[in-house]
């Protein structure tokens, strides 16, 4: 089994999996984190910060009195941050965490990736100022279905081309299934008052949400290759993809949050 995150910052298909990322699930988190009270003052972790569209919106509701930290193994997209957030190129996995303590810490689509992710969300818990916050967001990578398509090749194509990308992550260390446990990993890690949603939305052929498929589908075409996929296949699943009289359900994502209560 491989362990290492599967996609690379530094890859061409990198920036559109982080601006599909945002179209795809920014309004979702920033209901959550609104909900939650995120406001002036508070001290803000983003760990996974990718693209940055979240550790942007936390700064402009904590204000000049609060602080966010924007952490990322890779900080290559994570330009224009304002002067109340600052960039911090560190591994979760591998380093100790900031010597600070956080009201708030979202990770949306990190942790799934990692075989020892519940060990990570307690060593994230115990950085959790009291009545602090930690909201984690991930993906059912297989809860998405066909709601629209031109004929019956386009949906058999997707779903067979979408399977093999999903086996190949799961291969390499994800866990599908994480998603759906969120709640009881969070209990688990000590912390109260916890609640989840799932959402599931509408990603239209040609749109700016499932353009994270066609990017994923680009970034991993060599070990698909590998692993027996035909590249007329893959061409043929971007074409699906960029097709508008096509439609599948998103990758539901579960956002699921606690609460240290004890001191
Ligand atoms: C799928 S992207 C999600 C980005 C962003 N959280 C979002 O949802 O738009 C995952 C991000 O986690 C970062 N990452 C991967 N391994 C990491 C690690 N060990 N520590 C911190 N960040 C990591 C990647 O570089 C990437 O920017």
Not at 192 to 208: I, Q
Not at 232 to 259: I, Q
């Amino acid at each position: 089994m491989i362990e290492e995150y599967p996609f690379d910052n530094a890859s061409a298909p990198a920036a559109d999996r982080m601006s599909a990322l945002q179209a795809g699930y920014d309004g979702v988190t920033v209901r959550h984190l609104a909900d939650l009270g995120v406001g002036p003052g508070w001290a803000c972790l983003e760990l996974g910060a990718g693209g940055g569209s979240i550790a942007r919106w936390l700064a402009a509701q904590v204000g000049p009195t609060g602080s966010v930290l924007a952490t990322d193994v890779d900080l290559r997209l994570l330009a224009d941050l304002p002067a109340n957030a600052t960039a911090l190129r560190h591994d979760i996995r591998a380093e100790p965490m900031p010597d600070q303590l956080f009201d708030l810490i979202h990770a949306r689509l990190v942790l799934i990736h990692f075989p020892e992710r519940d060990e990570l969300v307690a060593k994230l818990a115990a950085a959790l100022s009291p009545g602090g916050w930690l909201v984690l967001e991930e993906i059912e990578p297989r809860g998405q279905t066909v709601v629209e398509t031109p004929d019956e090749a386009s949906a058999e194509t997707f779903a067979s081309v979408q399977g093999r990308i999903i086996d190949l992550l799961e291969r390499e260390g994800s866990d599908v299934d994480w998603a759906g446990r969120l709640p009881q990993v969070l209990a688990g890690a000590g912390l109260g008052e916890v609640g989840s949603e799932r959402v599931t939305t509408r990603w239209p052929g040609g749109g700016p949400e499932i353009r994270l498929l066609a990017a994923n589908s680009v970034e991993l075409a060599e070990r698909l290759a590998a692993a027996g996929l035909a590249e007329d296949d893959l061409a043929r699943f971007r074409k699906v993809l960029a097709d508008p009289r096509f439609a599948v359900s998103s990758y539901p994502l579960v956002s699921a949050w606690g609460r240290r209560t004890s001191r």
